[in-house]
């Protein structure tokens, strides 16, 4: 494992994070590997994740283990911090009024200035008395009203501390107190703080949202969750019991960040979870995250014997692609690509034909690595894809005949053009390509390349 999570680590962005999931009985140790990799401080959290209902358990144990763990590094905890300043929230839809918020102000009255203090770290504070003010129960509410008013509905509380004391607050009326906040996310933002009887104010809109005519109440996400898996066995269409996920939870590590363009790799993707996962989060929150899932294609026996990309994983992403059991997802695609040995000799003895055909499998990464996934063009000489912004030309033949052609294919595109030359001589005359503003040639990058050159004996 130590090899492959080393690996991980350097294909994660600076600002990126890595999820681990791990059972009781290996946590320790990949805890301590992991510290080891990622560094200590930069673990984030370790996620306790209630999995299991103890009914359905047939253990024998003293206490029922009912959980699964997710570990969390960054891999820069700092970049982490400073990108993802917004903290994760949990949403739980409200069928009826909540706790203590009972209490309505129908009339904040007319504001009366009392006086002005001043704190260190806050500067100048103004307190102001609301003079008639009307307060009301919200008993008699509908839902909606309740939701509507939210931003006058209140439950109050006596403050932590000498608060009262110290900010002089009146111990009777409705008052508050106003200033401009100078640090902090909402800094520059006046804050009006209110207070009814020396108690504090806190109002239902700052815990609650209200969306698509529902009330979600939001708290902080803790350590520990609950994601009931009974119906694991069905999701995705596909069975498997080797460590399937549920999809509530990986939607939930990936609804934690709303990053744009993130890309999520799965290098042990098994029934592919993670991919339903992206589908289905893309969908809810409208971002656009994509995702790369790996897996071997080892066989398990599910009852019959099945492969566990061939006959899983694939045809999974593509049920969710397609719509399956009532879900529809659209507007999704997918590439399949397989890894394997090319070519009929070793790397110390290629013939031609293992030249070309190593060749062209380069020009395929090179490819994905610009992410312009659908082929245009491939001939002898030279590969073309594009995605809807960009085009990818290969060029890889050392003959430099049909250079010119290609040079002239390579003009004729108005989108953002990427160039890559394969060759053995150092400086290629590549014409008046740099000319050209949309056309910007690019290096081979250096494992493909030395790679090309052992083939072509140059090192
Ligand atoms: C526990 S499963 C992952 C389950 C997945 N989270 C899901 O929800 O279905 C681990 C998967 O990693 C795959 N695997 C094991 N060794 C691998 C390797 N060296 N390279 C790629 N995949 C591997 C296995 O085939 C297995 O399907």
């Not at 209902?53 to 982490?80: H, R, T, W």
């Not at 085009?391 to 890559?420: C, G, M, P, W």
Request: proline letters at 3%; glycine letters at 6%; charged letters at 25%.
């Amino acid at each position: 494992m130590w090899k492959r999570l080393e690996l991980a680590k350097g294909l994660m962005k600076d600002s990126g994070v890595i999820f681990i999931s791990i059972d009781i009985n290996e946590l320790a140790q990949l805890k301590l590997l992991c510290d080891d990799i990622f560094g200590e401080s930069n673990l984030v959290s370790l996620i306790s994740v209630k999995v299991k209902d103890p009914a359905g358990l047939g253990q024998q144990s003293f206490i029922f283990d009912v959980c699964e763990y997710v570990l969390m590094y960054a891999k820069n905890i700092q970049n982490f911090r400073t990108i993802h300043q917004e903290l994760p929230m949990d949403y739980e839809i409200l069928t009826k009024q909540y706790g203590s918020y009972n209490k309505v102000i129908l009339d904040f009255g007319k504001k009366k200035f009392l006086k002005e203090i001043s704190r260190p770290n806050i500067g100048p504070m103004k307190i102001y008395r609301c003079e008639d003010y009307s307060i009301n129960k919200t008993k008699n509410f509908t839902l909606k009203e309740y939701a509507k008013n939210r931003n006058k509905i209140f439950a109050d509380y006596n403050p932590g501390g000498k608060l009262v004391e110290n900010y002089e607050i009146p111990k009777s009326g409705l008052t508050y107190i106003e200033y401009k906040k100078t640090r902090g996310r909402s800094s520059g933002n006046i804050i009006k703080q209110y207070f009814l009887n020396g108690r504090i104010i806190s109002l239902l809109s700052n815990i609650t949202s209200y969306e698509d005519g529902k009330l979600f109440k939001r708290t902080k996400t803790t350590n520990i969750w609950d994601i009931p898996n009974a119906s694991l066995h069905a999701e995705g269409g596909v069975y498997f019991t080797n460590g399937k996920k549920p999809l509530k939870l990986l939607q939930k590590l990936l609804g934690m960040f709303q990053t744009k363009n993130a890309i999520i790799l799965d290098f042990f993707a098994g029934s592919g979870t993670t991919g339903e996962a992206v589908m289905i989060q893309n969908e809810e929150d409208k971002l656009n995250r994509q995702f790369i899932l790996v897996t071997n294609n080892d066989e398990v026996t599910n009852g019959k014997t099945q492969k566990i990309m061939t006959d899983i994983c694939y045809p999974r992403i593509k049920n969710v692609i397609e719509g399956y059991a009532n879900k529809n997802l659209l507007g999704n695609s997918i590439k399949y690509y397989k890894t394997a040995f090319v070519g009929e000799n070793s790397i110390l003895n290629v013939n031609d034909k293992d030249k070309i055909q190593l060749t062209y499998c380069a020009g395929e990464l090179l490819a994905i690595a610009e992410n312009t996934l659908e082929p245009v063009e491939k001939n002898e000489y030279w590969q073309i894809f594009e995605n809807e912004r960009q085009i990818t030309t290969v060029y890889f033949r050392e003959e430099q005949d049909r250079l010119r052609d290609f040079v002239k294919r390579v003009a004729s595109f108005k989108k953002t053009v990427v160039v890559y030359v394969f060759s053995w001589q150092e400086k290629i005359k590549l014409f008046d390509f740099q000319s050209k503003e949309n056309i910007n040639l690019k290096a081979i990058p250096q494992p493909i390349l030395e790679i090309y050159r052992q083939i072509h004996n140059l090192i």
